[in-house]
Structures are given as structure tokens and as C-alpha cells.
């Protein structure tokens, strides 16, 4: 019998039962636009502070400074592009790492054809920034730095603390320093005090919480300029009616894998680790994309040489096990991956690469039962490859 073995947590993850249920009443019966000024809209508004104070404490930042988005992406538009613009009397000088989300590098391609000057900064074979090299690259006109906190598609994870010291020590340029933390939440602290950023991305879809609702993190010191204009909604930076419902959603998502990050973690490394082990012991020619220090507990992102990795995810979704072959949000372009590439992998070892991200709900036994249709699926691969080269 088929089985469902959902291993592609980094592209969504599954709604926490908890958090369906604090979002129920604000799809039913609490309708009111939080807008309004009668009852109905009265409960709206309280449910959205409520949910903003709860952000608010788990990030360790003020209430005003969290704004609501429609999700990851936004709130990295929000971020490269609002703040570049609010700022650029000051310099057009913007730094991001190689490998970041297209949200970020589309948002600097458009800077780009307004003008403005983009570093993209290397990383190296296993992923990672260079401290060093990034302050190299600074300059008196750098206004912005971009750096995500964990890596969607590798798991590896940036020196952010790191880079935060850096960037506060020069005394010839203060650029605002954001990271997009939407694979952090839940396996890393995010604590922004501490961390030392001054804005931070955050999306409810990768934590439990529903799809179509994200979180920017602005330190209040710092003007943004509005992508969205309307009603004036989110401190004028984000005009629209607000999802209420998925408002609530995200607050108890992220207050939930707040509380099991640290149990949560262990968990899934040691199931990772197992999971990686069974593989590299059932099939040869297995190379490991990023470097397995520095990353995420749930994430294995792998290239089987000689086996396509589109070819396969389609035969292990016909037996019930569901990956991805990168980013979702990158699933219909046919070029390889821009991360895998920036590491330095092959073009024909991009192509062989599947990334298998393990959940809250994934257990041994959806491991054993994913090894078990993953080995004679690369067999199937390999010898009908085999037939056709003949």
C-alpha cells in the first residue's frame, strides 16, 4: 500500500492542528475588518496586537517594529527594495550573499536597472559566507547588507552574529543589515538582540502556521519606503485589509516552535543523520550538497550521480513520498540551481540534486519506509539511463 511520507517540510509545512484551531474563529463568526470601528472590528484589531506582542517577545523587539506581510517573499521585497529606496540619498552600494532567495535577488536586479550598485558576495564549496571578505567589500556608500540566516535549499547557516559585529564596528559606513530567517524560525534562535540585525524576514508556511502571511522585522530607527499604498495599514508600510485569520495563525505557529525548537532539533538531527547514513550505505555515487557543520537539523540536500532529479522525485511521489529537487518556488525553471551552482557544483551534478527536508511529523518509520523506495528507484533510473546510452 502507497504510503504518504510529506519530506519537503522547507517548501511548507504542514498546519499544526493548535493553530487551525485559533484561526477558526476569525473565519467564522469574528469576520469584522480590523479597520472598523464597531465590535466586530474591535476583536479583529485586538486579535492582530495580540498576535503582534507575541512576535514581538519572541524576537525580543518592540511591537511597533513587526509588520505583517502576505508572506516571505513580500517582506524580502519589502526589505531590499523598501529600505534601499528610503535610503539611497545615503549611498547605492547593497551587498548580498550569492545564494540568497529569488525574492532577494529579483528585488536587487530591479535596483540594478534603477541604478544602484549590487555586490553579490561569493560563498565557498560548502556554502558559507566570509566574514572577511564581506568587510572587504564594504564601502563609505554601502547602505545595505543581506544575508539569510539559514539556506533554503543546503541548510547551511551563516555567521550572522558574526557579520552583525562587523558591520557595527566600521566607522566609515553604517549599512542596515537584514536576513531572511523564514528556515531558521523553529530550528535557531532568533533572537534579533542578539543577533544583531536590523530587520529580518520571517514566513508562517515553513513554522506550521498557514500559507499567505509573513512577518518584517524593522528596526524603528530606520524609514522604509512602502511598496503596497492604500489605507494606510501596518504603520503605512503594508496598506490592506489584514488577514486576520492568518495573522493569528503565524503567532501561534511561531510561539509553538518557539517552545519546541531546542527538543525539536535534537530530534531531527539525530533523524537526519540516520536518514543520510541509510543512503550513502544503500547507494553509490552520493555527494552531499553544503557542508553538514553549521546546518540545519532537518535538511539533506544530495546529487546521485547519474540520476536526474526531476525523474526521480516523480517516481517517488508515485510511491508516496514527497521531496523537491530545490526551492518550490523555483520548481518549473529547468535551469539548475543558482545555489548549488555558487558552491561549485557541476552543471550535470545540479541536476542530479533532491532535497529531502524532515517536519515535525516525520518519525523512523517514514525513514525506513522513504530508503526502502529510494534505492530501487535510483536503480530504475540508472539502468534505464544505462539501456539508453547503449
Given at each position: ?10 517548501s511548507t509545512a504542514q498546519v499544526d492542528p493548535k493553530v487551525l484551531k485559533e484561526m477558526l474563529p476569525y473565519l467564522g463568526d469574528n469576520y469584522g475588518n480590523p479597520s472598523s470601528l464597531h465590535r ?227 530530534r531531527l538531527a539525530k533523524l537526519r543523520d540516520y536518514f543520510l547514513k541509510e543512503i550513502k550505505k544503500n547507494i553509490k555515487g552520493v555527494t552531499v550538497n553544503g557542508g553538514m557543520k553549521n546546518r540545519l537539523p532537518n535538511n539533506i540536500n544530495i546529487s546521485i ?86
Open positions: 500500500m502507497t504510503r504518504n511520507i510529506y519530506l519537503d517540510n522547507a466586530l472590528g474591535r476583536i479583529s484589531k485586538n486579535a492582530i496586537e495580540r498576535s503582534r506582542k507575541i512576535v514581538a517577545d519572541g524576537l525580543d523587539v518592540e511591537p511597533s517594529e513587526v509588520i505583517f506581510t502576505s508572506g516571505g517573499t513580500e517582506a524580502d521585497n519589502l526589505a531590499i527594495l523598501g529600505l534601499a529606496h528610503a535610503h539611497k540619498h545615503k549611498g547605492k552600494h547593497i551587498i548580498v550573499s550569492s545564494i540568497e532567495h529569488k525574492a532577494v535577488l529579483d528585488s536587487c536586479k530591479k535596483l540594478e536597472a534603477e541604478g544602484f550598485s549590487v555586490m553579490y558576495l561569493p560563498v565557498d564549496k560548502n556554502g558559507f559566507v566570509s566574514s572577511a571578505e564581506l568587510d572587504k567589500t564594504l564601502r563609505r556608500d554601502t547602505i545595505l547588507v543581506s544575508v539569510m540566516y539559514a539556506n533554503n535549499e543546503i541548510g547551511t547557516i551563516q555567521p550572522i552574529k558574526q557579520i552583525a559585529k562587523i558591520l557595527k564596528s566600521r566607522t566609515d559606513c553604517s549599512p542596515i543589515f537584514h536576513t531572511d530567517a523564514c528556515q531558521a524560525v523553529g530550528a535557531l534562535s532568533v533572537n534579533v538582540k542578539n543577533l544583531g540585525v536590523d530587520a529580518m524576514t520571517i514566513s508562517a508556511s515553513k513554522i506550521y502556521g498557514p500559507k499567505g502571511v509573513g512577518v518584517l522585522y524593522i528596526n524603528k530607527k530606520y524609514t522604509v519606503e512602502p511598496l503596497m499604498l492604500g489605507g494606510g495599514q501596518e504603520r503605512g508600510l503594508r496598506s490592506g485589509t489584514e488577514n486576520v485569520a492568518g495573522i493569528v495563525g503565524l503567532a501561534t505557529a511561531f510561539q509553538i516552535s518557539e517552545n519546541k525548537r531546542i527538543s525539536e532539533s535534537e550521480q547519474g540520476v536526474e532529479g526531476e525523474a526521480l522525485l516523480l517516481l517517488l511521489d508515485n510511491k508516496g513520498v514527497y521531496c523537491s529537487t530545490g526551492s518550490a518556488c523555483s520548481s518549473f525553471d529547468l535551469n539548475p540551481s543558482h545555489v548549488l551552482v555558487n558552491i561549485g557544483l557541476s552543471l550535470a551534478l545540479a541536476h542530479c540534486s533532491v532535497r529531502f527536508t524532515l517536519g515535525r511529523y516525520t518519525k523512523k518509520t517514514d525513514i525506513d519506509y522513504a530508503i526502502k523506495v529510494l534505492v530501487p528507484s535510483v536503480e530504475r533510473i540508472r539502468s534505464l539511463t544505462s539501456v539508453r546510452h547503449k
